[in-house]
């Protein structure tokens, strides 16, 4: 039946299993990993979808964008003042409503990373024990100051000045080279990425990695997806974590031992219709006149951002 309800919706809780309670239906870990890798599915196609439509950025020959993602990312590393970081990001967010991408889905992901990888990180280093300077934010007050060989915890321990600043810096630095990455990549169809690399003499060995290790994200989700659908049809009631636990082990075992048969398969595929180590890529066109233009553009508001003086 088209509108028939899953059978895990349907299934009574047994003892050890998550119940339902006033806040609704409880989803067991696998399920959520079921569901993430069911995500990883759908931003690929979310990827190529806005990669096919026909706006500004999305026409920009993948070589130029390629360059211009590297050359973005060194100035973004570079500069050491937060107003041109803040101008970079304004930057950035104007190219991506160019592109007509889905900005609330676009910086949820942006932020989640510059809040884990640049915020979270960093975050120690802003108390004085790290960074010394003026404390702008006492936390905790210490009978004395204490020594340990070449460190020392001072009596009164706060948030520095300098330590803020840090922190707010290297989460910019983090926010703005993953947002230059999303964009690109999702503007960019995979292929033309890699015919891109390929032209700017990336290593064919890199590339390769590259391609199998992209393609085989999205066989291996699809083949945990099959396996636990299967497994939710076969079982008369929900799982007990022990159970689920083992099914879970058993899961990745298989797995490893398929892997390992699929790249020995693949490879010797590859052997037997000729491949050698060398890549080859077909239908690469001349950068038009647009490309040029832009690809001027670019460099010149880099370099603009490079030489202002923005204290």
Same mark, same amino acid.
């Given at each position: 039946? *088209? ?7 349907? +299934? ?5 299993s ?8 409880k989803?067991?870990?696998?399920? =959520?990993?079921?569901? %993430? ?11 190529? +979808? ?6 500004? /950025? ?8 390629v $360059?211009f ?13 937060? $107003?041109? +970081? ?8 104007v ?20 809040? !884990? ?9 802003? /108390? ?12 905790l ?16 321990? *706060? ?8 922190? @707010?810096m290297? &989460?910019?630095?983090?926010?703005? #080279?993953?947002?230059? #990455? $999303? ?11 890699i015919?891109?690399l =390929? ?7 890199? $590339? @390769? ?12 989700a699809?083949?945990?997806? +099959?396996?636990?659908?299967a497994?939710?049809?076969?079982? @008369?009631?929900?799982? &007990? ?7 879970? &082990?058993? %899961? !990745?075992?298989?797995? /490893? ?17 000729? /491949? #050698?180590?060398?890549?080859? !890529?077909? *239908? ?12 001027? #553009?670019?460099l ?12």
């Amino acid at each position: 039946m *088209g509108n028939s309800i899953p059978s895990f919706l349907l +299934e009574r809780p047994s003892g050890n299993s998550p119940r339902l309670g006033k806040e609704g239906l409880k989803i067991s870990l696998i399920e =959520k990993g079921i569901h %993430r890798l069911g995500d990883v599915i759908k931003t690929a196609y979310i990827q190529w +979808e806005t990669a096919s439509k026909d706006h500004f /950025f999305q026409r920009i020959d993948a070589r130029v964008k390629v $360059l211009f993602l590297l050359f973005f990312v060194v100035i973004v590393s570079l500069k050491k003042e937060i $107003l041109p +970081e803040v101008t970079i990001g304004a930057f950035i967010l104007v190219l991506s409503l160019l592109a007509r991408l889905n900005i609330l889905d676009l910086y949820k992901r942006v932020l989640f990373c510059g809040f !884990i990888f640049g915020f979270l990180i960093a975050l120690p280093s802003a /108390f004085n024990v790290i960074t010394r300077g003026e404390i702008l934010v006492p936390v905790l007050h210490l009978p004395r100051a204490y020594h340990f060989w070449i460190y020392e915890i001072p009596k009164e321990i *706060g948030v520095t000045k300098a330590g803020l600043y840090g922190v @707010m810096m290297l &989460t910019l630095r983090v926010t703005n #080279s993953v947002a230059l #990455s $999303l964009l690109v990549l999702y503007t960019t169809p995979f292929t033309e990425i890699i015919k891109a690399l =390929k032209a700017l003499r990336v290593p064919d060995s890199f $590339l @390769m990695i590259i391609t199998l290790s992209y393609q085989y994200i999205f066989i291996f989700a699809k083949t945990v997806e +099959e396996m636990h659908l299967a497994k939710k049809g076969r079982s @008369m009631g929900s799982l &007990t974590n022990a159970e689920a636990r083992k099914w879970a &082990t058993g %899961r !990745i075992a298989f797995l /490893f031992r398929k892997s390992s048969l699929k790249c020995e398969e693949v490879f010797k595929a590859m052997v037997s219709r000729g /491949f #050698s180590d060398t890549i080859r !890529i077909a *239908g690469v066109r001349k950068l038009s006149a647009r490309d040029w233009v832009t690809g001027a #553009s670019f460099l010149i508001i880099g370099v603009i951002f490079i030489l202002m003086d923005w204290k």
